[in-house]
């Protein structure tokens, strides 16, 4: 036997609230007795939900009208959003609750693309170089499309810029003007000098210059100017003369050396006034067309006067044309970065988010939100060695592009990342979006960054995840709470009526004219509703689970192309389904050959005391399937009561332990009329390896048991599921259809009989979807289908002995099953009296 990767006897997968509004067990809707007390086998057409193709009113699938907005069935989750979208800022996000296969995110996109397209769209975000802070750029939003004008148009304005500041400075009027300037100054110079040197002469010394620019001054000594070594030979006495002289010498001419400072700073402050003067007109001309096409752009005209001031107070960085730079050898970096070239790099927009091509609110879908990808990042750049960034490097994360717009997430992908989950609430608690490195929220060292200014948030997030994970965030996360304040909640089912089966068309048309399959005719179309109530599990009720829909549909188009056909037929789409149960029952396969050799030993023949066959389901993957399973009871005198071996063996999960915990309260209440109930008794499923979990098998249990007690042998072409309550009413299970179909194959393989069959709960009915070979056989009268609404029809068809009910005497009549049991109990009572042995249950 193949080793199970997943529990092997996991004998029940109900939902609970799949089941919350079934009929009761006593619903006349099932005629559950004949006149002699057994149950009826169910009828053929009980079996499963069918669509007759006349009913479906289109020839094929192209004849299904287009609507523009194909709205699923969804109220709950439509008016959940009809209202989030109507309420501003930032705290009525959304929480998309779901299984996975609803098509939850196409859903929204669906939902949100034509409310998108309504809405105004939103500004371009830019940032500038910000002249007063180099490390705080500062961002500037713009009406959509004139980011990209202010980008293209300030770039050539730059590259005008360093073209004709140049030549402003070489004209005829600038030179001149310039030249007298210089002539002043060095008149004036020259004056000074001359002063300095004829008090240095009369004061015995020679004014000389330095290399470095620096004066100096030589003694004389009989009109002859003495070098340092002639100095040095100098007694010391004359030395010390000579510098006291010097320095009275210097004192004295400290303030004509002031003047000669003063008129430098003169000479440049009035040259850089004549720069400025010449070239200011040419900037004021060039920026011109930005200041009219920008002028009701208040932070655009600020920075574009900053940008004139920073331009005139950097003129010595224009003072070489483009073309006339020199250009760096090979192998030979530029020695300094800030070039031209790259000092004109503050004068650039950077346009992080470009919203021209928009029509409406933006929608985005972020598959992969890390920090980077939903909050933005400063990349860095390498220059000699060195990290650096600056605010042409700022890239946009989701939170921006989705700004004025919406923004969908999985849960699960941003929970995965912590730093993301936290920048998201931050981001929606202030109404900001920032772009803020990591590190500065670690305790690594920092490194040199920059400080983006924040933008302004409006962006409604809709997070898509299950029921589990939005439990967990409402009540471990108090931010949560107030920022995702509605819930929308996708159902996974409708009812089976006629205007959901036409919505439900409807959807079908949509997929296929969206994915360009091949159209389906009449009778695929009706064996797609079939279909989505087998994935379901009811028969009054359509999944919708489009997506697997959807992959059904795909595959069945492709076969049919394969086929040379030009359209999807019912023959098609079963051989497609067919096609998908082959791939994926490979284990299925194994199990079905180890019963075939007897490796997993299960009767579907002959009679035996205190065994049933009981079933179960289990998945590999997304496959579902049921096997069966021989439940054994043994009873006998003594005092352990009824002890479940599976959890002895810690095989049994607590609801499979609860069940059996049951079964001791029915005997107790049926049987402890008039004794204590003292046996010894094991319960246990033969061949079980794995955890048995659910109690869809304490119904067989039961009925191992009281076969036991009344040494009464159990059919075993027949098999039994369904759950037991204290009085013996049987209570529906899930998997029904996949549990039928297990047993069925079982005994197909072994030959059918018409005596095999499976007894299930009455309130099941309505959930089976039998595959058509099964519905097949039971119109043959091969095989059969029992709803029992207690466990007294159980034992009547296991056992073909009447149960019995206690008489006012309070015996049960003779030949009934219950009477035998209650013989049973009270001989075991007296068994263990006369050893006196203590009782317990």
């Not at 030549?167 to 110079?189: C, I, N, P």
């Not at 430098?264 to 720069?275: A, D, K, L, N, V």
Request: glycine share 8%; with cysteine; net charge negative.
């Amino acid at each position: 036997m193949p080793a199970p990767l997943y529990p092997v006897a996991s004998v029940d997968n109900r939902p609970a609230s799949i089941y919350t509004h079934l009929p009761p067990a006593s619903t006349p809707e099932y005629p559950l007795k004949l006149t002699m007390g057994k149950p009826l086998s169910l009828a053929p057409e009980r079996l499963r939900a069918g669509l007759q193709p006349e009913a479906v009113p289109y020839a094929d699938s192209r004849q299904i009208p287009r609507r523009e907005r194909f709205e699923p069935p969804q109220p709950r989750a439509l008016r959940a959003l009809n209202l989030a979208v109507n309420i501003p800022g930032n705290e009525y996000n959304v929480y998309l609750s779901g299984e996975e296969s609803l098509g939850r995110t196409y859903f929204l996109r669906h939902f949100l693309e034509p409310v998108a397209a309504k809405a105004d769209v939103p500004p371009d975000v830019l940032y500038v170089y910000n002249f007063d802070d180099e490390d705080r750029p500062r961002a500037l939003q713009l009406p959509p499309g004139q980011g990209r004008t202010l980008k293209a148009e300030l770039a050539k304005a730059v590259a005008l810029l360093r073209e004709r500041i140049p030549g402003s400075l070489e004209q005829d009027a600038f030179v001149q003007r310039r030249e007298a300037l210089l002539k002043t100054y060095q008149s004036t110079k020259d004056d000074l000098y001359t002063r300095m040197e004829d008090e240095a002469e009369s004061k015995g010394f020679t004014l000389g210059m330095e290399t470095e620019g620096q004066l100096s001054l030589s003694p004389r000594v009989k009109g002859k100017t003495l070098s340092l070594e002639e100095f040095e030979k100098l007694d010391s006495e004359t030395q010390r003369t000579l510098r006291g002289k010097r320095d009275e010498l210097l004192a004295a001419m400290n303030g004509m050396l002031r003047q000669v400072q003063a008129v430098e700073r003169g000479f440049t402050e009035q040259e850089r006034s004549i720069e400025r003067e010449f070239a200011s007109s040419e900037v004021r001309e060039i920026l011109a067309p930005l200041r009219e096409s920008f002028a009701s752009q208040g932070k655009v005209m600020d920075y574009l006067a900053a940008l004139e001031k920073d331009v005139l107070a950097n003129l010595e960085r224009f003072a070489t044309r483009p073309e006339q730079q020199p250009q760096p050898q090979p192998q030979q970096p530029q020695a300094e970065p800030a070039q031209a070239e790259d000092f004109c790099g503050r004068y650039e927009a950077h346009l992080l988010v470009d919203n021209s091509g928009l029509k409406g609110a933006p929608v985005i879908v972020e598959d992969h939100p890390t920090y980077f990808n939903l909050l933005g990042s400063m990349e860095r750049e390498s220059e000699l060695g060195a990290l650096y960034t600056d605010f042409t490097l700022i890239k946009p994360g989701a939170l921006h592009r989705a700004n004025h717009g919406y923004l969908i997430l999985k849960a699960d992908d941003v929970l995965n990342s912590p730093s993301a989950w936290e920048g998201l609430l931050r981001a929606l608690r202030s109404g900001l979006a920032r772009l803020e490195d990591p590190s500065e929220h670690s305790e690594q060292v920092r490194t040199r960054t920059i400080e983006p200014e924040p933008i302004p948030l409006q962006v409604k997030i809709l997070l898509v995840g299950t029921d589990e994970i939005y439990e967990h965030l409402l009540y471990h996360d108090s931010r949560f709470r107030k920022l995702f304040k509605i819930k929308a909640h996708l159902q996974s089912h409708v009812a089976r009526s006629e205007g959901d089966i036409l919505g439900f068309l409807q959807g079908c048309g949509t997929i296929i004219a969206d994915a360009g399959l091949l159209p389906f005719d009449r009778e695929a179309l009706a064996g797609l509703v079939d279909h989505a109530s087998r994935i379901v599990e009811d028969q009054t009720k359509l999944s919708l689970h489009y997506p697997l829909i959807r992959e059904l549909m795909i595959e069945a188009s492709a076969m049919a192309k394969l086929q040379g056909k030009d359209m999807v037929d019912a023959a098609v789409l079963h051989e497609a389904q067919a096609a998908r149960d082959f791939r994926a029952n490979l284990y299925e396969e194994e199990f079905m050959a180890d019963y075939d050799r007897e490796i997993i030993k299960v009767a579907t023949s002959g009679s035996a005391v205190g065994r049933v066959n009981g079933l179960s389901v289990t998945y590999f993957g997304e496959y579902e399937f049921g096997l069966p399973h021989h439940i054994a009871c043994t009873v006998g005198v003594g005092r352990e009561g009824i002890v479940d071996l599976e959890r002895e063996a810690e095989l049994g999960g607590p609801i499979h332990t609860k069940a059996m915990m049951i079964l001791k309260s029915y005997l107790l209440g049926l049987f402890a009329y008039d004794k204590p109930l003292i046996l010894s008794g094991s319960l246990y499923f033969e061949q079980s390896y794995a955890e048995v979990e659910g109690d869809s098998a304490s119904g067989a249990e039961l009925a191992a048991l009281l076969s036991a007690l009344a040494e009464a042998p159990i059919e075993l072409s027949l098999a039994f599921t369904g759950a037991v309550n204290q009085s013996g009413a049987i209570m529906a299970v899930g998997g029904v259809t996949r549990k039928i179909e297990g047993f069925f194959e079982v005994c197909r393989r072994r030959g059918l009989t018409g005596r095999q069959g499976v007894l299930i709960p009455a309130d099941n009915v309505r959930n089976l979807m039998l595959k058509p070979e099964v519905v097949r056989a039971v119109a043959d009268g091969k095989f059969s289908i029992y709803p029992v609404a207690c466990i007294e029809d159980a034992l009547e068809l296991l056992t073909g002995i009447p149960a019995g009910k206690r008489g006012p005497d309070g015996t049960f009549p003779e030949g009934t099953l219950y009477r035998r049991v209650d013989d049973r109990l009270g001989a075991l009572a007296r068994a263990a009296a006369q050893f006196g042995q203590s009782w317990r249950i």
